[in-house]
């Protein structure tokens, strides 16, 4: 989806033509989801519901219209709701108020001293967890309304009175809740037009209307507040540590899940980034007005944020708008809300809750084995309480990390041939020593060692343990190859240079891209045990080299690529059917600097691709075009030709040089089409002899030969496929554009 990139200027003349085509409408869509979500994150928190109404305003207007983020929305969370709880429970509403006025000036402060990029240092697996914690609580909370009781003052009492709940319930009350939620799960499942309207409205409204019409006895949302009963925050009374302490927790809570959801946004988006500090300083103003109303603490939204954004908003308007859709309706529809049953609000909050405990986070945590952290800071929330939690959560977090920081793995190998291969990888502090000298301890002495050394900090206890073992490993008449796969940690404690600084990114290895015959010098070389069992086949220099090049890979280029391929293990999504020369000197991915899952390759002799139907017949290539652009869906179709050319060759040499191979005289045969067109005198303008004329006339004719295949020119005509001719002239290493036909729609026939 395209942004506009100035979006967060006051809308000129062509600027208000995109606020009125894009944000308005995207406004009017996030209106109504957070109108609902309004009141009931306000009924979860234990708050009026006016406050809810009162935080969605501010949100809307303040922080959209000062906020660094340009299509972020912000207003009442249902993250915050159980400290908002805790908070109303012990000081009173009004205290409460207080409190988010003081946490949004201490937001403020934060952001003018530019301090937002350190909260993102906190583990999502803690945020998640606490987020997932919430939901829970909020739904055994409100299941209790659904069944037309009342909520308990913790998880573990509402749980508990769960079965005395479900036994005692009020009928009516049940029909509310289980109809609200019916209509939010089979929302989704409807047909678009119809989906327009957005669930939680519609459940609200289906149940509003049915409950009315059948007469159920429920209970109905009082809207009680007016502009003359208003009363502003007051001083909360108490110890002054547990005040200081609402106030960081509120802030804090706040900032991180704003700033989060702020990068989060920015990822559904190709406009301007977010501006983290700006951000924060918006939410600290927001708060502060918020708290001096009598409103919720607001806080960047994720739901809300997503839905503007499919919704197609381009800047901050539609934001901002919103915010004052959700002020005329409390002026000019408030009454409407007291048509909502309770029970309705209250199986909304438990959807949300449920959804909040998001399995798509979970399955992404397994991979880094963060789903401790996430467990812990979960049940940690609804046993102990929000703070507690993400306290416990945090320490865990700290823990796993350190654990990370100093684990330590050592691999020895005895090979077929007497040597011994080590492996060290991680972090070699003093806490690994011991595992570290116990591997070096077991290897005979006087054998030879290759070690290799794939780590990332060395400290001094480390270095002095493996620098021992070498000398004591040599005077008993081994040998130790160490090899540094990362920055030479060893050799520079060895010759005392200050090891600062204490970490380094992994780089790849060096001129990876050299052929073997540059890289056999001065390297040596290792059979696997299968090498000794195929002596005849382990004499060719192919074979060592092969082999020393997959453990080279093994040992060099895997750990830095194995998250790239984990990502594609199950599917690949190339963009280009590339179709070049089987010539050992052409690598694709070299020469258009493109990596695994961009490319999907075609090589034969000559980069020939047959006409459709062509004799001989071969229908390789003809395979490949088509599960290309049939099941992969590629945009592009390269052919890549080269200079020299030995299959070109042959074609100009009138098949003398084939003469002895039929099965290539036969796969020639496809190149007739070119060799005409050479000899009828194309390609004359170019002066590097006939031979690299015939060349780049071949790579126009495999073009056209490309058309002959329906789909190719049906896609190509319905401007859904480009093809592309390259050169690659090995002698200069440049590569030349010899044609481009984009894409074209073909007018009425």
């Not at 009004?94 to 946490?103: D, G, H, V």
């Amino acid at each position: 989806m395209e942004t506009d990139t100035k979006s967060d200027e006051k809308p000129a003349a062509g600027g208000l033509a995109s606020v009125l085509r894009h944000d308005l409408p995207a406004s009017v869509v996030v209106f109504l989801v957070a109108m609902p979500l309004c009141l009931g994150i306000a009924v979860a928190s234990g708050a009026p519901l006016a406050a809810g109404l009162i935080a969605g305003v501010v949100g809307g207007v303040v922080a959209g219209l000062l906020g660094g983020s340009v299509v972020q929305v912000s207003g009442p969370a249902a993250g915050l709701s159980l400290v908002v709880a805790d908070l109303v429970m012990r000081y009173g509403w009004r205290a409460t108020c207080m409190i988010t006025l003081l946490a949004g000036a201490l937001q403020l402060l934060l952001g003018l001293c530019r301090v937002a990029r350190s909260a993102l240092a906190v583990s999502p697996a803690v945020v998640h967890g606490m987020l997932a914690g919430v939901g829970v609580v909020i739904a055994l909370a409100q299941l209790h309304v659904v069944l037309g009781g009342s909520p308990q003052r913790s998880a573990i009492e509402n749980l508990v009175e769960l079965p005395h709940q479900i036994v005692h319930n009020h009928t009516h009350a049940v029909f509310v809740g289980l109809l609200t939620i019916v209509v939010l799960i089979a929302w989704t499942r409807l047909p678009q037009r119809v989906r327009s309207l957005p669930a939680p409205l519609a459940a609200l409204l289906v149940a509003s209307v049915t409950a009315w019409a059948a007469g159920w006895q429920v209970t109905r949302i009082d809207l009680s507040v007016s502009l003359d009963s208003w009363v502003g925050p007051v001083w909360p009374s108490g110890d002054w540590h547990g005040i200081v302490a609402a106030v960081l927790l509120v802030a804090l809570l706040a900032g991180v899940e704003s700033l989060l959801c702020s990068v989060a946004v920015d990822k559904l988006h190709r406009g301007r980034r977010s501006d983290l500090d700006r951000e924060l300083t918006g939410q600290g103003v927001a708060n502060m007005v918020t708290g001096a109303l009598g409103g919720l603490p607001v806080a960047g939204v994720i739901v809300r944020s997503t839905t503007n954004v499919r919704a197609g908003a381009r800047s901050r308007w539609s934001t901002i708008i919103h915010g004052v859709w959700l002020l005329l309706f409390a002026l000019g529809f408030g009454w409407m809300i007291a048509l909502i049953p309770m029970e309705a609000l209250a199986a909304l909050l438990v959807f949300i809750g449920v959804q909040m405990v998001n399995m798509g986070h979970l399955r992404n945590l397994r991979g880094h084995n963060e789903v401790p952290v996430y467990v812990v800071t979960m049940a940690g929330v609804v046993l102990l309480g929000l703070a507690e939690g993400v306290l416990v959560g945090l320490g865990l977090a700290a823990l796993l990390a350190l654990r990370r920081l100093t684990r330590v793995t050592v691999r020895a190998t005895a090979e077929s041939d007497g040597r011994w291969h080590v492996v060290i990888g991680g972090s070699l502090t003093f806490l690994g020593v011991p595992t570290l000298t116990s591997e070096l301890r077991a290897i005979p002495a006087g054998a030879t060692v290759d070690l290799d050394l794939n780590i990332d900090f060395m400290d001094n206890a480390a270095f002095e343990a493996i620098h021992d073992w070498r000398q004591d490993h040599e005077r008993g008449g081994g040998t130790v190859n160490i090899d540094e796969i990362h920055d030479e940690w060893y050799a520079m404690a060895a010759s005392g240079v200050r090891m600062f600084p204490a970490k380094t990114p992994p780089r790849a290895p060096d001129r990876w891209w050299l052929p073997w015959s540059h890289r056999r010098r001065g390297r040596r070389v290792s059979h696997p045990p299968m090498a000794a069992r195929h002596s005849r086949l382990a004499d060719s220099p192919a074979v060592p080299d092969l082999l020393a090049g997959a453990r080279e890979f093994h040992r060099l280029t895997a750990p830095l690529v194995r998250p790239l391929f984990h990502g594609m293990a199950r599917t690949q999504e190339p963009s280009h059917l590339f179709i070049t020369c089987a010539d050992s000197r052409i690598v694709p991915n070299l020469i258009t600097a493109s990596g695994p899952g961009d490319l999907f390759t075609v090589r034969n002799l000559g980069n020939l691709v047959p006409r459709l139907g062509a004799a001989p017949e071969d229908d390789s290539v003809a395979a490949a075009i088509e599960y290309a652009t049939e099941v992969l869906n590629v945009r592009t179709i390269t052919v890549c030709g080269h200079s020299g050319c030995g299959a070109m060759g042959a074609l100009l040499s009138a098949g003398e040089k084939v003469a002895d191979q039929p099965a290539l005289g036969r796969w020639l045969i496809h190149g007739n089409h070119t060799l005409a067109r050479f000899i009828a005198g194309e390609g004359a303008g170019e002066d590097h002899g006939p031979l690299d004329r015939l060349c780049r006339v071949n790579v126009i004719q495999q073009l056209e030969n490309l058309r002959t295949y329906p789909q190719v020119d049906r896609l190509f005509r319905s401007g859904d496929l480009e093809l592309v001719g390259l050169y690659f002239d090995i002698g200069t290493a440049r590569v030349h554009l010899l044609e481009q036909h984009p894409p074209v729609v073909s007018g009425p026939a």
